[in-house]
Each structure stands twice: as C-alpha cells, then as structure tokens.
C-alpha cells in the first residue's frame, strides 16, 4: 500500500472499528448506562446514542484480533485505511486463509464473512440481485439462495435489503447456509438487470396488489417464493436454521412463553385497527397470557400493557421471538422474521392473499377477512374520508379478535396448517374438553398422532399430566375392511420429527401396531382422543381405553360418519348405546362422557 494513505480511523458507520462487519451490532461500551429500558429480568437494557434512539450494545462476539494488515475503505471519502480483523465466529483466523480477489491476488481473510472481494466469475458463482428491500422480501430470497448453496457446488452470492428503513441483511446473516458470500442490492423495488446477476423479483409489477379494482394480481395464482424460484431456476426452498440457535435461545429466555405481537406496518391498508390490537391484547392477559410489542419506534406502543421491544438489534429480536409460544402480526418484515424461525405465526390478511405470501413457513397460520375484496383500497390515493376502505382495510379490519382467539391461536398452539389434517373446529373441541377434565386425576392419551398437531394442543391445554402417544408413525398398518384407507396411508411421518417437534418430557411414546403397544398397567385416564380412523384400530382401543376411563373423563372420536372411515361409527355403536354418543356441533366428531 501507498505509504501517503491516511490511517485515521474509518467514519463509515458500517466499516467502522467499532461496528461489527458480521452482525453489524455496535461493540462499545455503554455510554448512557443510567437508562434503562423496560424489558424484563435477564435481558441486557438498551443504552441511547447520541442521535437519541436506542439499540442494544452486548459485547459483540464475532470482531477477534487485528491481523496487522489493513484495507482502504470503500465508503470513506479519501484513502482511509480499517483494520482487516481475524473471525471470531468461525474460528478461522484470517491470516491462516486466503481468497483470491478479482485480480489474481491472495486476501487473507475470513472464508465465511462478509468482510471479502466479490467474484464475478459465472462459471464459478451465481450472484442473485433481490431487486426488493425489505426484511421480509430479503427472508424469503435467503430460502430459495439456501437451496441453491445446497444443490450446486457454484459459490452463492445474495444481496438484498439496500437502503431499507430497517437492515434486512443483518437479519439474514443469522442464519447457516444461505450463500457463501452477502451484499446490499443494486436497487430496491426494481426489476432492473443487474450486470453480472440474476434478478429475483421479475415479476413484481404483475403481482403488484397496488392496481385498482378490476385488474389481476399474479400473487392470486403464483406463491411469491414460487416466483423466485422460478426466476433464479431454484427447484425448491430451505427454511434455514440460526447459526447460534443456543445462544439466542438463551438470550431470549425471559420471553419463553410470551405472545409476540407485532401490531405496525408502514403501509396504512396492511395495518389492523388500533382498537383490534388493544382488544386482543387485554383478552390474552386476562387468559393468562404474558405478551410483548415489537416495533422500531416507541411511537404507537404507548397504550399496550405487555413488555416493549424497541429498536432492538436483530439478534435480540429474534432471540425474544424465538422464544415466544405464538407470534401475531400482519403483513410486514416480523412476521417473516417469525415464520422463518419456525414459530406458530398468525397473519392476519385483508387485501392480499396471505396464504400465498406466508404458507412457505412450516407453523403458519392464516387468517383471512371476510369481505368480497378487489384491493379497491389501492385504486388511488388515500383518502381519510372516503366511505371505502382507505386509509385502512375494512377486510383486514373484518378479522376480530375474538377469531383471533378462538380460531388464530387454536390452530397455532396445533402447530400451524401443516401439522395437523383436523379442522380448527375440531381442535376446539379437542382443547375445551381437556380444559374441562384439567381438575381430574388421570393421564391423557392419543391414539393416530400423525404430525402431532393436535398433541401439541393437547399439550399446552392440559398444562400438567402425562400424555401417552400410540401411533406407528410410519402410517396406516393395514387396510381397513369397512372403509377406504389403504396400508401405507400418512406415512409421512416419523417418530423422530414428532418427538422434536414436541419436545416435551411429559409425553411418552408408544411406537408400533395397537394395541400391541399398550402397556398393561393400572394408569388411568382422563382424556383420550381416538384419530385410528379404521374400525380395526378403533374397536381395540375402546377395548383397552374404556375400562381405565376416570368418572368425569371423556373420549373425543375423530372421523364420526365421514364417507371414508364407516368403521368408526360402526365400531362405536356395537360398544355404546346411542344415547352415550354425544354428537359434537363440529363435523365429523363425537364424545362420550365417563
């Protein structure tokens, strides 16, 4: 290097000494510790900076030692020089790898940050352009880049998120395996060919929900994840996983349990009404319920009871959500941020379909309203006092919050759509009459578990007792004889991906043919829920369940009278009288009461 190159240090507020080029989270220490932020015990407060906003400062764990080499900044006026700094978060010292930059010559640095030259060699990298700029567009790319980094052997470049309001990227950088290699966008909310790079979000004009009444949106007929696949030529999507998820976990612990509730969107037409908010948050409380409000700003959190995060780093706002039993929010950057971390996420949709932008997350949960819809919200500019929906949705606002509840949380405590194949009305039945046998002695029990959506809500409505799982999580063992199902059917399962997705040390399973696997004991039960959906599975378990039944339990059968599984209904009247066999207002079910 020039030996006239200045060395004082970088004013860059990225490539600074101080600043993180991982994380991008602040390293100094604190200097205003005397505030205190209103967040509970074992989370660190937040300090404020100079320009009077707040942010978290913990020690950053990713910044190691100097290599003694430095580098002229890019974003600096003039030749400053910053420090190349060794990785501490790979373990990798810097000075012991080498990459080459687009001359030829050898970088010391790390191999997994950031901190790098960009190839633009095609026939070694693929460099993807997002072309769109907020945090839940730059999620949503990472999935598709994350299958690509796992099906070539092509380096991954991903850029996404310029100049957004908040850093999209320092989101992304989360998680494992989403590229080799990470970047700001050429130009946010474009369709523009970047040189050297595909573009993600060709496409965006078509689905555009801002086009007036009478006029299509693409969104209605193609997944916004498809769109990207198929523009990059991605043949499906990865929903990474957390670089540290220990770490986080233990970060956020002091929210395990809450409602996160994410209540704010920059755009008025994908904003539930404050009201709706406030009435849904006082319901959760006096359900019991413990409850935190994500936003950027303190500016609209004032009248919500619960803890408030804001202007957390991104870490810490992951570490809380990661942590928090449900997530509730409309359409905007956090509930990505949510459905990516595997969360139960409820979204509530007015205008937009929201299946079609959220149903990629694993727990997603989707609300949608009620009113006939032609986005006549976007048809023009807003105006406070027109009697159609501006400036708010009146179809998102047709979402109340008592549906919220009853439907909204039903279904997420079940683990989301993907869990479970039994109705939201049928789960309710399932939650209320454990509810109502919480005050017995007893176990509970579950025979046809499947994915464990609805063990997971046997789970978390009981709140105490065993609960013993018979299935031979591997699908129907044999064909039923009075119905249509066939050996082999639901054999997408595993006993390993329920366990983990339970992870509860109150559940005992039972894996194998029933009632094979029954133990012979003297346990008796409270609850139990019959899903055998064969006359076969459901006549042995009446054998074996009934006479360990306590007085004042219940069995709740699934599949009563639907046209593929006779058997249940067969089997149960050559077990009880019909004046026993309580027919529930929800399809497809029934009870009997001890």
């Given at each position: 290097m020039s030996e006239t190159l200045k060395t004082r240090p970088c004013r860059c507020p990225v490539l600074r000494p101080e600043a993180c080029r991982f994380c991008r989270m602040a390293t100094t220490k604190p200097k205003f510790a005397h505030w205190k932020a209103d967040l509970p015990a074992g989370i660190t407060p937040a300090v404020a900076t100079q320009a009077n906003k707040f942010q978290a400062v913990p020690e950053c764990i990713h910044r190691g030692e100097p290599t003694g080499e430095r580098r002229e900044c890019k974003t600096c006026k003039g030749s400053v020089q910053i420090p190349l700094l060794l990785c501490a978060v790979h373990g990798v010292c810097t000075a012991t790898k080498a990459v080459t930059d687009a001359s030829g010559k050898k970088v010391k640095t790390c191999v997994s940050c950031t901190d790098r030259p960009t190839s633009n060699d095609s026939t070694k990298s693929i460099v993807i352009d997002h072309g769109a700029g907020g945090l839940g567009d730059a999620l949503q790319g990472a999935m598709v880049s994350a299958w690509l980094k796992a099906n070539t052997s092509k380096r991954i470049v991903y850029r996404a998120g310029k100049e957004a309001h908040r850093d999209p990227m320092a989101f992304v950088r989360l998680f494992a395996d989403v590229a080799d290699e990470f970047g700001d966008n050429a130009i946010i909310h474009s369709e523009a060919e970047v040189p050297g790079a595909i573009q993600m979000n060709r496409g965006y004009k078509g689905e555009d929900l801002h086009i007036g009444s009478n006029k299509h949106s693409t969104l209605w007929d193609l997944p916004r994840i498809n769109r990207y696949m198929r523009n990059v030529g991605a043949g499906g999507y990865i929903v990474p996983e957390l670089r540290e998820p220990e770490r986080l976990r233990k970060l956020g612990a002091a929210f395990r349990g809450y409602v996160a509730l994410l209540p704010f969107s920059t755009d008025p037409s994908r904003?539930?009404?404050?009201?709706?908010?406030?009435?849904?948050?006082?319901?959760?409380?006096?359900?019991?319920?413990?409850?935190?409000?994500?936003?950027?700003?303190?500016?609209?959190?004032?009248?919500?009871?619960?803890?408030?995060?804001?202007?957390?780093?991104?870490?810490?706002?992951?570490?809380?959500?990661?942590?928090?039993?449900?997530?509730?929010?409309?359409?905007?950057?956090?509930?990505?941020?949510?459905?990516?971390?595997?969360?139960?996420?409820?979204?509530?949709?007015?205008?937009?379909?929201?299946?079609?932008?959220?149903?990629?997350?694993?727990?997603?949960?989707?609300?949608?309203?009620?009113?006939?819809?032609?986005?006549?919200?976007?048809?023009?500019?807003?105006q406070p006092t027109s009697p159609t929906c501006r400036p708010t949705c009146s179809n998102l606002n047709s979402i109340t919050p008592e549906r919220v509840i009853d439907e909204g949380l039903t279904r997420a405590f079940a683990g989301g759509d993907s869990r479970t194949l039994i109705d939201w009305r049928r789960l309710r039945t399932i939650r209320d009459c454990v509810a109502e046998?919480?005050?017995?002695?007893?176990?509970?029990?579950?025979?046809?578990?499947?994915?464990?959506?609805?063990?997971?809500?046997?789970?978390?409505?009981?709140?105490?007792?065993?609960?013993?799982?018979?299935?031979?999580?591997?699908?129907?063992?044999?064909?039923?004889?009075?119905?249509?199902?066939?050996?082999?059917?639901?054999?997408?399962?595993?006993?390993?991906?329920?366990?983990?997705?339970?992870?509860?040390?109150?559940?005992?399973?039972?894996?194998?043919?029933?009632?094979?696997?029954?133990?012979?004991?003297?346990?008796?039960?409270?609850?139990?829920?019959?899903?055998?959906?064969?006359?076969?599975?459901?006549r042995a378990a009446l054998d074996y369940f009934v006479p360990r039944m306590t007085p004042g339990g219940r069995i709740v059968f699934d599949d009563v009278d639907w046209e593929n599984c006779p058997g249940v209904r067969k089997a149960l009247e050559e077990f009880f009288p019909t004046w026993r066999i309580i027919q529930t207002p929800d399809s497809f079910q029934a009870q009997v009461r001890f």
């Open positions: 904003c539930w009404s404050l009201h709706h908010w406030l009435t849904l948050e006082s319901a959760l409380i006096k359900s019991g319920y413990k409850t935190a409000i994500f936003h950027h700003e303190a500016k609209g959190t004032e009248r919500f009871k619960g803890v408030k995060l804001i202007g957390q780093q991104p870490e810490r706002v992951a570490a809380a959500l990661l942590n928090s039993a449900v997530a509730i929010g409309t359409d905007h950057g956090l509930s990505h941020l949510a459905g990516i971390l595997k969360r139960p996420t409820i979204v509530l949709g007015g205008w937009f379909p929201v299946r079609q932008i959220y149903g990629c997350y694993p727990a997603f949960v989707g609300l949608q309203g009620v009113l006939e819809c032609d986005s006549c919200c976007n048809g023009g500019p807003i046998t919480n005050h017995l002695p007893g176990d509970l029990a579950e025979l046809g578990v499947y994915k464990g959506g609805s063990a997971k809500l046997i789970l978390q409505a009981s709140r105490a007792g065993t609960v013993r799982l018979f299935d031979t999580f591997q699908g129907i063992p044999e064909d039923d004889r009075h119905g249509k199902h066939r050996r082999g059917d639901f054999a997408d399962t595993s006993l390993d991906s329920v366990r983990a997705f339970l992870g509860s040390p109150r559940v005992e399973y039972f894996a194998g043919l029933f009632p094979d696997t029954a133990p012979d004991d003297n346990r008796r039960y409270r609850f139990v829920h019959l899903d055998g959906d064969t006359y076969q599975t459901t």
